[in-house]
């Protein structure tokens, strides 16, 4: 049974400062990861997507790694911002065989950058 | 299309009776995708669409719930006589096969008191 894990539960960091947020699954036989964010008591908005075969993927701030084999991915935030504070989840989609598709979550670290 | 919808964003319903979520995916995806999520967890896998078919069940999803997706655009999910442990976040999500990209809609709040 696939199990992800992100650590840490939380985080606080003054505004400015780059941090990384780390995730980990239990089965390397993933066919993508997604990183979300979520805002209190909203639902899910997609930050980045990696396939298996890729290392990392970029958006704007935003750098997502992912290591396969050792079954972690790390989402870097570049200069952080007040308007980064939310929960960020990492999810993983087995291999697809046969109809295979959720996606399998972590419970999140929850960013407050202060001012 | 704006993305993902969902109704209704809140409901309050009394133990013993039945409520129903709705969920329009992003027009062009023929996956769609039923969460739970209680509160500080990640959310739960439910059930699963590809067009009409209901693909893939959760043991989560126990006979009092039932999904549908008639005509592979909008799904409805049911509960019948609702408990308190049904309270939590349903969240509905989209996507296109290939990408698989998945892309949420903001979530029904369920409270049974």
């Known amino acids: 049974k696939q199990e992800v894990t992100q650590i840490p539960a939380a985080l606080s960091v003054p505004e400015g400062e780059n941090l990384v947020l780390n995730c980990s699954f239990t089965d390397s036989a993933i066919y993508n990861l997604q990183w979300f964010r979520q805002d209190p008591g909203k639902g899910l908005t997609s930050l980045l997507l990696i396939q298996s075969s890729q290392r990392e993927q970029t958006s704007g701030r935003l750098n997502a790694s992912l290591d396969k084999s050792s079954g972690r991915s790390t989402l870097y935030i570049a200069a952080s911002q007040p308007g980064d504070s939310a929960t960020y989840l990492c999810a993983v989609k087995v291999e697809a065989t046969g109809t295979a598709s959720k996606l399998t979550f972590g419970t999140g670290t929850r960013l407050q950058v202060t001012l | 299309d704006t993305g993902v919808s969902q109704d209704p964003r809140h409901k309050i319903t009394k133990r013993g009776q039945n409520v129903t979520f709705r969920c329009d995916p992003i027009s062009e995806h023929n996956r769609l995708y039923w969460y739970r999520q209680t509160l500080g967890q990640g959310p739960e896998f439910l059930t699963y669409f590809q067009n009409e078919a209901q693909l893939e069940k959760s043991r989560l999803l126990s006979d009092r719930f039932s999904a549908e997706r008639p005509k592979g655009s909008f799904s409805t999910l049911e509960i019948q006589r609702t408990e308190q442990g049904d309270s939590a976040m349903y969240l509905c999500?989209?996507?296109?096969?290939?990408?698989?990209?998945?892309?949420f809609g903001p979530g029904t709040r369920l409270t049974v008191t």
């Open positions: 999500a989209s996507s296109f096969a290939g990408l698989d990209e998945q892309y």
